[in-house]
């Protein structure tokens, strides 16, 4: 079995970074990711309240003060609010920055760790994780749907590294440590909700990315 931590790339210098991959997003998606936020913000406020099948979309929206049509745009489904958030193209942005020589995993250590560090110096971000794996946990349509999520994020993580690989998107070594790297991703997160989210997710994280190089470089 080839070593997969190690997938090689083409020899060819780094060049610099993507001049929007570090850049402070428009002043239009600044408000857009507002909305959001204000949406999942009084969604989560009501689930606490009264539960996530008892509440509706038309109270989210009376409570984030838009209308439901709005919620919709943002998130095709109720789930959606629970599952989705900004994280994907801060991580595909800097898994761009890495160098194209580096190994997958540790690529992909430094473009999820870093970002999630800096999201969790805030004390209210820390808090709404831990509320939203709950629900994941407990609520069965919102774990269903999260199948459909990880899906999506594999695909994309696939097709970054594709392409700073020059590699075709559906190259199978690529597709099996992606898939790996999910896998323990969503296990490590899983093992802290279920241990109480009292650790260091970013440190459980590390240790999940560090024993998968290690059995990876081992075969």
């Given at each position: 079995?080839?070593?997969?931590?190690?997938?090689?790339?083409?020899?060819?210098?780094?060049?610099?970074?993507?001049?929007?991959?570090?850049?402070?997003?428009?002043?239009?998606?600044?408000?857009?990711?507002?909305?959001?936020?204000?949406?999942?913000?009084?969604?989560?406020?009501?689930?606490?309240?009264?539960?996530?099948?008892?509440?509706?979309?038309?109270?989210i929206?009376?409570?984030?003060?838009v209308?439901?049509?709005?919620?919709?745009?943002?998130?095709?489904?109720?789930?959606?609010?629970?599952?989705?958030?900004?994280?994907?193209?801060?991580?595909?942005?800097?898994?761009?920055?890495?160098?194209?020589?580096?190994?997958i995993?540790?690529?992909?250590?430094?473009?999820?760790?870093?970002?999630?560090?800096?999201?969790?110096?805030?004390?209210?971000?820390?808090?709404?994780?831990?509320?939203?794996?709950?629900?994941?946990?407990?609520?069965?349509?919102?774990?269903?749907?999260?199948?459909?999520?990880?899906?999506?994020?594999?695909?994309?993580?696939?097709?970054?590294?594709?392409?700073?690989?020059?590699?075709?998107?559906?190259?199978?070594?690529?597709?099996?440590?992606?898939?790996?790297?999910?896998?323990a991703?969503?296990?490590?997160?899983?093992?802290?909700?279920?241990?109480?989210?009292?650790?260091?997710?970013?440190?459980?994280?590390?240790?999940?990315?560090?024993?998968?190089?290690?059995?990876?470089?081992d075969?």
């Amino acid at each position: 079995m080839p070593d997969n931590d190690h997938v090689t790339a083409p020899t060819r210098p780094t060049g610099p970074a993507s001049p929007t991959s570090s850049a402070r997003p428009g002043l239009r998606e600044r408000k857009k990711i507002q909305t959001r936020r204000a949406i999942r913000r009084a969604a989560y406020r009501l689930f606490e309240a009264q539960g996530y099948d008892g509440t509706t979309v038309e109270q989210i929206a009376d409570a984030a003060e838009v209308s439901a049509s709005t919620v919709f745009r943002y998130f095709p489904t109720k789930e959606d609010i629970v599952l989705t958030d900004e994280y994907d193209p801060v991580m595909v942005a800097a898994l761009r920055d890495r160098p194209v020589t580096e190994p997958i995993v540790e690529s992909v250590r430094h473009a999820l760790l870093g970002p999630l560090r800096e999201m969790f110096t805030d004390q209210a971000e820390l808090d709404e994780m831990r509320q939203r794996l709950r629900l994941v946990r407990t609520v069965p349509a919102i774990r269903a749907r999260m199948g459909e999520n990880i899906q999506e994020s594999s695909r994309l993580l696939a097709s970054v590294t594709a392409e700073r690989l020059g590699r075709p998107e559906d190259d199978f070594e690529i597709r099996i440590v992606v898939g790996a790297l999910i896998g323990a991703w969503s296990e490590a997160i899983f093992h802290w909700i279920d241990t109480g989210g009292g650790d260091d997710l970013a440190g459980i994280l590390d240790r999940a990315l560090t024993l998968l190089a290690a059995n990876l470089n081992d075969r």
